[in-house]
């Protein structure tokens, strides 16, 4: 069956960066994307990009462009995204999801997410 | 950016009885090879959302009868035909016809 577990939750400072995980199973990773989300505390859902599991292509929500990175490896079928210069907004459950090939239209499986809290 | 407007904000609910939910794009949604991306998203207390609904009225796999999706253009419903209690929890359309994807702000649907 199809499932991403992600890392574990993170507690950074203010101007820090954090990479998350996500380790898909049950599917031929190069065969789809994965979409990141997130969800600030008792808000709704934002996207923030997508990446093209096969071709490294990336598309990145305007608002984090330059501050974001999503990447994967093919080779232990685990996702990751990397966001920089962390500000307090910022503090949000994270999560991966299955994507298309194409982009930001399937979002059929999710991870259990990753809360990262930003704070001095 | 499309908006999405979700539509009520709260739903109080009598179990067994109907709900629907109303969600409204800023732009159409119909893409250029004919499909309208609309997904509907069920979000229970302290879980992961779960996709019910794609493409406007595609059901998932798993996911009860009772949970039914339709609309066309920029105007969409979700309906619930009886609610239960395993119903309770805050449901979100998302667009990925245009660039970037973006979601409803959400319904939450609670029992009477």
């Known amino acids: 069956q199809v499932q991403l577990v992600q890392s574990g939750a993170e507690v950074k400072k203010p101007g820090a960066s954090v990479k998350i995980s996500c380790k898909a199973s049950g599917y031929t990773l190069t065969s789809y994307g994965i979409s990141w989300v997130r969800q600030a505390p008792g808000q709704g859902l934002e996207w923030m990009g997508w990446?093209?599991?096969?071709?490294?292509?990336?598309n990145y929500t305007r608002n984090l462009q330059g501050r974001v990175t999503m990447t994967t490896d093919t080779s232990t079928s685990t996702a990751h995204m990397e966001l920089r210069r962390l500000r307090s907004d910022d503090t949000a459950m994270y999560y991966c999801?299955?994507?298309?090939?194409?982009?930001?239209?399937?979002?059929?499986?999710w991870g259990q997410g990753t809360l990262v809290t930003v704070s001095s | 950016d499309v908006v999405m407007t979700q539509s009520p904000l709260s739903l109080p609910v009598t179990l067994g009885q109907p709900a629907s939910i109303s969600c409204r794009s800023s732009q159409s949604l119909v893409y250029s090879d004919g499909n309208t991306y609309l997904n509907w998203f069920q979000q229970r207390p302290g879980q992961s959302p779960r996709r019910l609904i794609y493409k406007v009225s595609n059901r998932d796999s798993g996911v009860p009868d009772r949970f039914s999706g339709s609309g066309s253009g920029t105007d969409f419903t979700l309906k619930i035909s009886r609610v239960e209690a395993e119903d309770v929890g805050v449901y979100y359309c998302?667009?990925?016809?245009?660039?970037?994807?973006?979601f409803g702000g959400g319904t939450k649907v609670e029992i009477k």
């Open positions: 999801t299955r994507d298309s090939y194409g982009g930001y239209d399937l979002f059929d499986y």
């Open positions: 998302m667009q990925g016809t245009h660039w970037p994807a973006t």
């Open positions: 990446i093209n599991a096969d071709n490294g292509h990336t």
